[in-house]
Structures are given as structure tokens and as C-alpha cells.
């Protein structure tokens, strides 16, 4: 199998502070990672691609100057949440590609983000 | 991507067979059928996916109707620990998608001891 983990798994934060997330494929290499956001008892909504070395697509309604992503490495994306409000507080997923077929897909655990 | 229709819900024994249907009557000749878990609070957990023939693997069984249009995912005997939201997606490998893989709503399953 491959695996994906998240850092941190949880984190509280006030309104205004910065926080980062990271997403790490552990025994694989991922040229592609996706990110999510998913709010309770909603489905997951992507957020952006992120591609190794390349800049980040964002969906629409998404704003790449409040969540950052960065993709330096083959093995690990972050995501950071810029002045963060408590709209902002949701589960964040990400998920890497392995391989070039795009059809292995594997997840992180999530983070659950909760800004006061 | 072409989009798919799954129950809001279903109910099953522990032990017995479960069908979780999905209908995508719009599906392309590139889409591939996807299925994907979500355990509470967890990430999406990978459960089978196929184009056109049926597939089996140590999870699951999908069955792909013969004009495409809708399949089903067989869980052979169903464990506590299958209580999910079971996700039904199409994606197509080609075109501006790139893999990213969109959700619906899914079916949340229940399995009674």
C-alpha cells in the first residue's frame, strides 16, 4: 500500500494567527497532491492542486493568497492558512498520486483546524 | 466529470452481503467508476475502481453494468467496521481534471450487529 500522513492532526489557533499544514507521502513519490477542505456533515470540496515545483491551481472561490500551498519536494506539500478566521475552521485532507496513471489516489487522515 | 447518484443512506446486517448502487447515466467513454470510504473523522480510504469489466479485490466487488450507466459495489459480508460514507466518483483520465477526484454526497452505510 502507500501512505499518506498529516501534521498536525489537530490544531487550535486565535483569529488572525497563520498556520501551517503538512501533507507527506511516506513510502512513495508524488509529482501530484490535492487538497480538500470538508465542513460537518458536508462531502470533501477540492481546494487545489499542487504540483511539485510548479504553482498551485486553485478551484474557484478559493483564494491562493489566504491558502498557500507549497509543493517543494516529491514527498511533501503544505498548506497555509493565512490569517485565519473562524469560517476557516473545517477538516483539511489532502491526498497524493502515485505513480503517473493518476488512478492511484491515497488520502491523508485529516486535520481538523479550529480558529477562535 | 459527469456526475452520479447514490441512496442517502442504507442499512445492513453484520455478516450479510451489501449492494451499494450508483447511477451515471452521463458517464464517457473515458470516465473510470471510482469508490472511496470515509470512516468518521478520518480520510478517504480507496476501495476499488473500474472501467468497463467487473473487478474484485480483498475489499470489494464492482459490478459495471453492461451500457456503463450504473454499478455497484458488493461488499461481501459486512463488519462493523464498514459503517462509512461510501463515495461513487467518475473521473476521466484525460482533459484538464488531471486526476483530482470530485465528491458528492455519498451513501452513508449502517451496519446493525
Known amino acids: 500500500g502507500a501512505v499518506v500522513s498529516q501534521h498536525p492532526s489537530r490544531v487550535i489557533c486565535k483569529s488572525g494567527t497563520s498556520v501551517k499544514i503538512e501533507c507527506r507521502s511516506l513510502?512513495?513519490?508524488?509529482?501530484?497532491m490535492f487538497w480538500y477542505r470538508q465542513f460537518p456533515k458536508q462531502s470533501l470540496m477540492l481546494m487545489a492542486t499542487s504540483n511539485e515545483g510548479s504553482k498551485a491551481t486553485y478551484e474557484q472561490g478559493v483564494e491562493k493568497d489566504k491558502f498557500l500551498i507549497n509543493h517543494a519536494s516529491l514527498t511533501l506539500s503544505t498548506l497555509t492558512v493565512t490569517s485565519a478566521h473562524p469560517e476557516d475552521s473545517s477538516f483539511y485532507i489532502c491526498?497524493?498520486?502515485?505513480?503517473?496513471?493518476?488512478?492511484?489516489?491515497?488520502f491523508g487522515p485529516g486535520t481538523r483546524l479550529t480558529v477562535l | 466529470d459527469a456526475k452520479t447518484t447514490q441512496p442517502n443512506s442504507m442499512e445492513s446486517n453484520e455478516e450479510e452481503p451489501v449492494h451499494l448502487p450508483c447511477n451515471h447515466s452521463?458517464?464517457?467513454?473515458?470516465?473510470?467508476i471510482h469508490w472511496y470510504r470515509q470512516l468518521p473523522s478520518q480520510g478517504p480510504e480507496y476501495v476499488i475502481h473500474?472501467?468497463?469489466s467487473n473487478v474484485n479485490n480483498r475489499m470489494a466487488s464492482l459490478a459495471i453494468a453492461e451500457d456503463r450507466k450504473s454499478s455497484t459495489l458488493i461488499l461481501h459480508r459486512a463488519t462493523l467496521r464498514d459503517a462509512a460514507v461510501y463515495y461513487c466518483i467518475l473521473r476521466s483520465d484525460y482533459g484538464g481534471s488531471q486526476g483530482n477526484l470530485i465528491f458528492g454526497k455519498g451513501t452513508k452505510l449502517s451496519v446493525k450487529p
Open positions: 513510502d512513495f513519490q508524488a509529482t501530484t
Open positions: 452521463t458517464i464517457s467513454g473515458t470516465d473510470y
Open positions: 491526498s497524493a498520486v502515485k505513480g503517473v496513471l493518476l488512478n492511484e489516489q491515497f
Open positions: 473500474g472501467l468497463t
